[in-house]
């Protein structure tokens, strides 16, 4: 659970792209770009049932995931102007939510931050 002040949650709650880093059990990196959202306490970002490749359970930061639940969240804004720069890392354990009310809240969330959702 994270704790963000007022200027941090408005900005992670209007950036568009965060990029999720994990690691494997023998703390190789992956970072990937991810939508998400967040409920001001928690970060969800949804597998949903976009064509993939792979199944769900086989995609490398589920892995991750379930051999290494370290991850971190890295959201941030560029602007040729540097005045105008920010980033918020947010580091913490990750868990899998497949199922539940938790779920159910994360693709709310979800959908109504993209519309594509």
């Not at 639940?69 to 890295?74: E, F, I, K, S, V």
């Given at each position: 659970?994270?704790?963000?002040?007022?200027?941090?949650?408005?900005?992670?709650?209007?950036?568009?792209?965060?990029?999720?880093?994990?690691?494997?059990?023998?703390?190789?990196?992956?970072?990937?770009?991810?939508?998400?959202?967040?409920?001001?306490?928690?970060?969800?970002?949804?597998?949903?049932?976009?064509?993939?490749?792979?199944?769900?359970?086989?995609?490398?930061?589920?892995?991750?995931?379930?051999?290494?639940?370290?991850?971190?969240?890295?959201?941030?804004?560029?602007?040729e102007d540097?005045?105008?720069?920010?980033?918020?890392?947010?580091?913490?354990?990750?868990?899998?939510?497949?199922?539940?009310?938790?779920?159910?809240?994360?693709?709310?969330?979800?959908?109504?931050?993209?519309?594509?959702?």
């Open positions: 659970m994270a704790e963000f002040s007022d200027r941090q949650l408005e900005s992670l709650t209007s950036a568009r792209v965060g990029h999720l880093a994990t690691a494997d059990k023998n703390a190789r990196p992956h970072v990937i770009p991810v939508c998400f959202s967040t409920d001001g306490r928690y970060i969800y970002s949804v597998l949903d049932q976009k064509p993939k490749r792979t199944a769900l359970t086989r995609l490398r930061r589920v892995k991750n995931i379930l051999a290494n639940p370290q991850a971190t969240l890295l959201v941030d804004h560029y602007e540097w005045g105008n720069l920010w980033y918020i890392m947010v580091s913490g354990r990750a868990n899998l939510v497949m199922e539940g009310p938790e779920q159910t809240t994360a693709v709310a969330l979800l959908r109504e931050k993209y519309r594509q959702y």
